[in-house]
T-cell receptor, first 112, second 113 residues
């Protein structure tokens, strides 16, 4: 049961540029989360945005949430080679909030 | 140093053998999760547990079993009934209430030949 879908599936940019990834979801949510996964590693939580928030910042990360369009975006400013990773959005499953449903992810490559 | 540990990092088994993947956490979290990830794909939920001695099936539970005898431990057994067991397995625990952020272990890559 897929809830979030990321777009694009893959993104390649030059170091220093900004990277934007989008996530669309299907059902009503009370929060949306973004995670990062370096190759062959576990996921790391980046940011959680609640349904009553429109924008949230954390360092070079900016997340927006538009509940009317059921979509969210993750912006990474001034990208670095270390930002190369896969990024996933996750939302609470429709059966209840005890579990998260993850999208397929965006694979981001930062070229030096 | 708190966190989630999974062992081993790489595991190789012959087809037809059951194998148990370990997951331990010292974060004092009640809820724990097992996910499967195939190459280039997202995470799919296998089983989850909200409290000791209780667990629920996720989206792809067939061919897997779990136990939750201790708060710190949530082992996953991949049985011979699992048709395509080769994958990357991730364990996680949840901070706070329902819908809260999850903390992930480093994963176990299982290869069955």
């Amino acid at each position: 049961s897929q809830q979030g879908e990321e777009d694009p599936q893959a993104l390649s940019i030059q170091e220093g540029e900004n990277a934007t990834m989008n996530c669309s979801y299907k059902t009503s949510i009370n929060n949306l989360q973004w995670y990062r996964q370096n190759s062959g590693r576990g996921l790391v939580h980046l940011i959680l945005i609640r349904s009553n928030e429109r924008e949230k910042h954390s360092g070079r990360l900016r997340v927006t949430l538009d509940t009317s369009k059921k979509s969210s975006s993750l912006l990474i400013t001034a990208s670095r080679a270390a930002d190369t990773a896969s990024y996933f959005c996750a939302t609470p499953g429709k059966e209840g909030a005890q579990k998260l449903v993850f999208g397929q992810g965006t694979r981001l490559t930062i070229n030096p | 140093d708190g966190g989630i540990t999974q062992s081993p990092k790489y595991l190789f088994r012959k087809e037809g053998q059951n194998v148990t993947l370990s997951c331990e956490q010292n974060l004092n979290h009640d809820a724990m999760y097992w996910y499967r990830q195939d190459p280039g794909q997202g995470l799919r939920l296998i089983y989850y547990s909200q409290i000791v001695n209780d667990f629920q099936k996720g989206d792809i539970a067939e061919g897997y079993s779990v136990s939750r005898e201790k708060k710190e431990s949530f082992p996953l057994t991949v049985t011979s009934a699992q048709k395509n067991p080769t994958a990357f397995y991730l364990c996680a625990s949840r901070s706070g209430g329902a819908g809260g952020e999850q903390y992930f272990g480093p994963g176990t890559r299982l290869t069955v030949t």
